[in-house]
Every structure is written in C-alpha cells, then in structure tokens.
C-alpha cells in the first residue's frame, strides 16, 4: 500500500480518532460496490506558477482575476465534507502564490479533514513550516525531479529552484515536533532516471520522511511514451524495497507498462472516489481530465456530484484505462487489495485491453 495512506491512518489512530478509518473502510466498499463515494478531493487553488516546467501547461492557464476567492474556496472544503471526502490534496499551479492558502488549510482542518499541500518549495518562507503546522496541516510533498541542480532545474524551467527547494525541506524538517509529513515527489522520466537513487539518498541525508514517484505525464494527461531508463529505475526502486519510498511496489511495477504506451491494467475507480475542483469553479472527476481540461461541470459541487450528469460522466469513463497517477492508480490498487484480490489478478480481470483513452470523458 502506498505509505502515505498508511501513515495518515496510523496518525489518526494515534490521536484516538476511530472513526475516520471507519469511514475511510465503508467507503472503500462504497466504491467496490459501485457506489459514488468520494475518499479524496483535490482544490486546485490557481493555476498560476512561478517555474516553467517541461511537463506542465497549467500556468497558461492562470487568470487571478477569476479565481475563487477565499470564501469560495471554503464553499469547496464545506461541500467536500457534506460529500464524505475523507482528505484533500491543496495544489496548484503553485498553491502558496495565493496569500490566503493556509487560511483555506485552516478551514479544511476545522472541517474534520486530512488536508495535504502540494508545492514546489520556492515560497517556503522561514514562518511557513509554523503557520502550516498551527493549521493542522497533515503533509506536505515537495516536487524534486533530480538529486543535482543541473536535472532538476532543466526539467522545472528556472535556474535556482533546485536550491530553493532544498531550503524548503530544510525549514520543514526542523520544525521542533511538527505535525505534518513532508515527502519529494519525483516525475520519472529519461530526463533524470538515471538519478532516482541518489535523489532518495539525499532525502535521506536530509530527514525528509518519504519519496515519491510517478511516470511523466504529458500536460494532456497521459503518459509520455519514453524510452526503458525510467522504466528500469523503477524496477530498480521496487527490488530496492528501500522504506523512504513512498510507493506501493506493485505501483512502481506498472511503470514498464506506461512507458511502453500500454493501458493501465488496474480497475479505475477514480470517478466514483476521487472530485476534483479548480480555483475557477470547474469540477473534474480526475486529475488528468483536468489537465485536458475536460470539466463534467461547473457550479454546486454537492448538486453536481449527485446529478444525472455526472452518472453519465463515471459510466463513459468506467473503461478509461489512460492514466497512472500515483494518485488514483494506488489508491486503485488499495481498493483491489480491499476485494480480497491479489493485485496482479485484480489488475489482469480489471481489462488489461481496455483502450488507453479518455475520450470517453464528457
């Protein structure tokens, strides 16, 4: 199981809430059943961001006159909650552009949820690890792409963002007794596979509790297709089963597949446990339908979720087998693992032919 999940559930444990994995089980088997149970919600608070990153187009979407304002984007937390979501990812864009981004963290907490902030680390000012830890912040991952500033700084697209994101970490780390989990997450691909194992060594030198990884991702959504390095980094990772990794090993054995162009074999049951809200309004039943700006609609989030549109929207995509964001596809793999499956004959009776597309998508 990806360890976020479990490290997440083992803090909730340890501060005597039961009923929150109670609620996280039945809506695992919400799901299974067929039911629409959201367990994770994304608020894309802007898409604005201060890096140009090769794999990423979201900044061309940035307009800060429309975005919702902090009140609005309570509405999204309170409504979330109504909906049963269990714990939200912040991101962005780059989420700490917005001045009132921990104000909104605060809210979600206050609301009963596991808030989660995604970020690239360089607005990590030296009063921010506090501020996020007085608002209840849960965890926090760090985008890292390479263990050398000479990697990571040419996949983000700014001179100086490998350096300010280590100072990110730094200041996050050493918080005294702070409440938050703090991870580097790392977009594989040719461009810097050769360096994931020194990227987990740095992590390790410098107190961060997990890394990450995930295939790169064309700003479309998909996979990019690329050649067998990343690939056989990630099998490297897997047989490594070094304890910093945040992945499930059976995730990082899915890589060879994606970046051979061939379709997710997990079940996706992203549509009925996974809503996702951007800072305009506009609601998507995935993140990579975000990202190919593919919204099933706009306005009430609770009305919307229930609608007759958004029925339509998880039956169209009920074979979509295009993605393999460690977002949807581990917690794929943790509701397989919940049916009593082993996850290679969940992942082989789930449609290993299914098309490789999201063009169903509404």
């Known amino acids: 199981m990806r360890r976020l999940y479990g490290d ?34 994304t608020l894309i608070v802007t898409y604005r961001c201060d890096l140009d990153c090769a794999m990423c187009d979201l900044p061309s979407r940035g307009d800060r006159r429309r975005e919702l304002d902090a009140e609005g984007l309570r509405g999204v937390l309170d409504a979330f909650r109504d909906l049963g979501v269990l714990g939200v990812g912040v991101t962005g864009g780059e989420p700490l552009l917005r001045g009132d981004t921990v104000d909104v963290i605060r809210h979600g907490t206050e609301r009963g949820l596991l808030m989660h902030l ?21 965890s ?13 700084d040419r996949l983000r697209g700014r001179p100086g963002s490998f350096t300010r994101v280590l100072r990110a970490a730094a200041r996050l780390v050493s918080l005294p007794r702070r409440p938050y989990r703090v991870a580097f997450t790392c977009a594989l691909g040719p461009g810097n596979a050769g360096g994931a194992e020194a990227l987990l060594a740095r992590a390790r030198d410098m107190g961060v509790d997990r890394v990450g ?22 099998a490297r990772l897997a047989a490594s089963k070094d304890p ?36 305009y309004g506009a609601v998507y039943p995935c993140v990579p339908l975000n990202a190919a700006r593919k919204p099933v609609g706009e ?11 958004y029925r339509k929207a998880r039956e169209a995509l009920a074979s979509c087998r295009a993605c393999y964001w460690n977002c949807h596809t581990e917690m794929n793999l943790a509701l397989g693992r919940l049916a009593g499956r082993s996850s290679g004959g969940a992942a082989e009776a789930a449609g290993a032919g299914a098309p490789a597309s999201a063009e169903a998508a509404p």
Not at 118 to 138: H, M, Q, Y
Not at 299 to 309: I, K, M, P, Q
């Open 8 to 41: 997440l559930l083992l803090r909730r444990l340890r501060a005597g809430d039961l009923m929150w994995p109670l609620r996280a089980l039945r809506s695992g088997v919400g799901a299974l059943l067929g039911e629409a149970r959201p367990l994770l919600g």
């Open 118 to 138: 995604n970020t690239n680390g360089s607005l990590v000012a030296e009063g921010t690890p506090r501020a996020l830890a007085d608002a209840g912040l849960a």
């Open 140 to 152: 926090v991952n760090l985008s890292l792409d390479g263990p050398d500033a000479e990697t990571h």
């Open 213 to 234: 990884f995930l295939p790169v991702h064309t700003p479309s959504g998909g996979v990019a297709k690329e050649d067998r390095r990343a690939a056989e980094a990630a």
């Open 244 to 279: 910093l990794l945040d992945n499930s090993r059976e995730y990082l054995a899915l890589f060879a597949r994606a970046f051979e162009g061939r379709p997710n074999p997990v079940k996706c049951h992203a549509p009925r446990t996974s809503i996702v809200v951007d800072c």
């Open 299 to 309: 306005g009430d989030v609770r009305a919307l979720w229930r609608s007759e549109t």
